[in-house]
């Protein structure tokens, strides 16, 4: 069985973009942080500097949610909810006016708890240009076609705990991957993204505490691995049957950050306050003591964003905006700053720079070095009450933002 097909369309009409708009630019950011699960944008014409002036449109949706927004073509996807959690919404826009396409709903008879930082739509969907597919924690996971027709749905689990979920499905090939963890038994599944039946399901060991980081897809030792950062380290799966390949035991836990492949190695951060940690994937078992490359003092609290490598830089913020920097090859601390506003969002690469989302609206551009260098601060001006804890997405040319509320486009 192929798992590639969709990733290999998604390089074709990048490289016709290319082609016809004489510059290297995503048509499509399909799934959470991009084509590649890691942040990573190949477009260069990015506004870098902004203001509410450059806003093309903005839409406000139903209810609130901390999706990130992707994109096939020309329909956007983001995801909300209402009634405490009681309904959730899959809505799709026009990415060039903003205009609401269609809105399909989902119940929820018991919605999960959420953490006062989460929501009960913050999950992102994935999509792969024929249907969209949203997870909604108790509510199912839920799949549509572009027009919005409902294919199936399957319920996953009651994820009980205070925290709720966050994790996002990923599509693949013939194959839809959605992380399940939860205080309790969890599991990693993998679900036909034609018909929703499970093709095979992991039981996760970890003891996790929730589900809240998304899988990548990466090729290591000449063969591909499915890896999870999880609450007592990273695993690696075998994409195809399930199976475990590796396990490298963090020197914290709470594995929400999704880790960044780079080099050749996986750039790993633990949600709990505690050291950054490089690993080195396609090992088999227990890696801990074998595989892994190099661990570094990380100052700041929990919960914090993805990390972020250029070139022979490591980038990581805590949640409280205190930004290092590390030497990619050795782990060694350039410098620590801070960003002056609180930052919950997972960073963007474009054009060699570093663009982070911070809460307050505002997006802080970053050039790595060996010190701090803000290229710019770019605010919406957005309402004071708005929250912006969803990554920035990238998409033909233009930025799309969402706040808890209300999607936005920057650039014309």
Request: charged share 20%; proline share 6%.
């Amino acid at each position: 069985m192929s798992h590639r097909p969709h990733r290999l369309i998604t390089v074709i009409l990048a490289l016709a973009g290319a082609t016809s708009a004489g510059l290297v630019a995503e048509e499509n950011w399909p799934r959470f942080r991009g084509p590649d699960g890691m942040g990573n944008s190949t477009e260069t014409a990015l506004p870098q500097k902004w203001d509410a002036g450059a806003i093309a449109w903005k839409t406000e949706l139903k209810g609130e949610g901390q999706s990130s927004v992707v994109n096939w073509g020309d329909k956007l996807f983001v995801t909300s909810a209402t009634d405490g959690g009681k309904t959730r919404w899959v809505h799709c826009l026009d990415r060039k006016t903003g205009a609401i396409l269609w809105e399909k709903s989902v119940a929820c008879a018991t919605p999960e708890a959420a953490h006062k930082m989460n929501s009960w739509a913050t999950a992102t969907c994935a999509t792969d240009g024929e249907r969209v597919v949203a997870f909604f924690g108790p509510a199912g996971i839920h799949c549509f076609d572009m027009d919005g027709k409902a294919l199936w749905s399957r319920e996953v689990g009651s994820f009980p705990g205070d925290w709720g979920v966050g994790a996002s499905p990923i599509i693949d090939g013939d194959l839809v991957y959605q992380n399940c963890d939860a205080e309790g038994p969890s599991n990693l599944i993998a679900l036909n993204k034609k018909t929703g039946e499970p093709v095979w399901t992991t039981a996760r060991t970890d003891s996790p505490k929730g589900g809240w980081s998304t899988p990548i897809l990466i090729e290591a030792a000449g063969r591909r691995e499915l890896v999870l950062n999880g609450e007592f380290g990273v695993n690696a799966y075998d994409p195809a049957t399930g199976k475990d390949l590796w396990f490298c035991k963090a020197p914290t836990g709470r594995g929400e950050p999704v880790p960044v492949l780079a080099q050749g190695n996986l750039y790993v951060v633990c949600g709990k306050p505690g050291n950054t940690y490089v690993v080195k994937p396609g090992g088999s078992g227990d890696v801990s003591a074998t595989h892994r490359v190099w661990e570094a003092r990380r100052q700041g609290g929990r919960d914090l964003p993805s990390p972020a490598v250029v070139g022979d830089y490591l980038l990581v913020s805590s949640m409280s905006g205190i930004l290092t920097t590390y030497d990619a090859g050795t782990g060694a601390i350039h410098f620590t700053e801070r960003l002056d506003a609180p930052a919950s969002a997972a960073p963007v690469v474009a054009g060699g720079l570093v663009y982070f989302q911070m809460e307050n609206g505002e997006v802080i551009v970053v050039k790595p070095g060996k010190t701090l260098e803000v290229v710019a601060r770019n605010s919406l001006g957005s309402a004071d009450d708005e929250i912006f804890r969803a990554s920035l997405a990238p998409i033909q040319g233009q930025w799309f933002s969402r706040s808890q509320r209300t999607v936005y486009c920057i650039g014309k």
